[in-house]
């Protein structure tokens, strides 16, 4: 069963605008991880963030924060203030465990954002 | 600065080739791990290793098999190379037993197989 869903296959965005990006995740574990990454074209992954989920307060990196509704169990990725090199794949990625035993990374389908002027 | 390199950017082979495709890292990270990203299905995990000699199948293990021989280098190989296997891959690790470090990323391979 899919761990981890971004509903949201593409988006656009303008410049200087705000964009949020879904993703909602599934497990049963009270401890686990919610990650964010950026691909640009040229394929490398790029870390932007990350929120535990005991973390009580949202995570912020600069322009990323992460909207985390545990109840909900969804993980939104917020950008505010858009620029051109913000167009890339995004994908939400999450790791169950606890202590020193922690699982694999499972990742989501990824949504595509493009920025224009 | 903390690097995980795969071997090659863009490999091409012929099918029913075995192919290796080999990933470092220089970080001392004990988890070590492979994905393959095809587009609308993200990134979907091979198979990971947690210590030298050990590994663990991941979601689509078959038609490929992997080695550790050494902490730092990981190596995914595939048996009998086949069209369905064109795909980007991904090489990352992180460190042992911390939860909150995300995982470091090589700059993938570009696999065709013909």
């Known amino acids: 069963a899919q761990k981890i869903t971004q509903t949201q296959p593409g988006m656009f965005v303008q410049e200087k605008e705000a964009v949020t990006l879904d993703c909602t995740y599934d497990t049963s574990d009270q401890s686990y991880g919610l990650f964010w990454y950026k691909q640009p074209s040229s394929g490398e992954m790029i870390f932007l963030i990350y929120q535990g989920s005991y973390d009580e307060q949202n995570a912020t990196e600069g322009r990323y924060s992460l909207n985390f509704q545990k109840a909900r169990k969804s993980a939104n990725l917020v950008i505010s203030a858009s620029q051109l090199g913000d167009s890339a794949m995004y994908f939400c990625?999450?790791?169950?465990?606890?202590?020193?035993?922690?699982?694999?990374?499972?990742f989501g389908a990824g949504t595509q954002v493009v920025v224009t002027p | 600065d903390v690097k995980v390199t795969q071997s090659s950017r863009y490999l091409v082979k012929r099918t029913g080739e075995k192919v290796f495709l080999e990933c470092v890292q220089d970080?001392?990270?004990?988890?070590m791990f492979w994905y393959r990203q095809d587009p609308g299905l993200g990134l979907r995990l091979i198979y990971f290793?947690?210590?030298?000699?050990m590994k663990e199948k991941g979601d689509i293990p078959e038609g490929y098999s992997v080695s550790r021989e050494k902490k730092e280098r990981f190596s995914l190989i595939l048996e009998s190379a086949s069209t369905n296997q064109t795909s980007m891959y991904l090489c990352?690790?992180?460190?042992w037993g911390r939860g909150d470090t995300e995982a470091f990323f090589g700059q993938g391979t570009r696999l065709t197989v013909v």
């Open positions: 990625a999450m790791r169950e465990g606890s202590t020193d035993s922690w699982g694999k990374f499972q």
């Open positions: 970080m001392d990270h004990e988890n």
């Open positions: 990352a690790s992180s460190p």
């Open positions: 290793s947690y210590d030298v000699k």
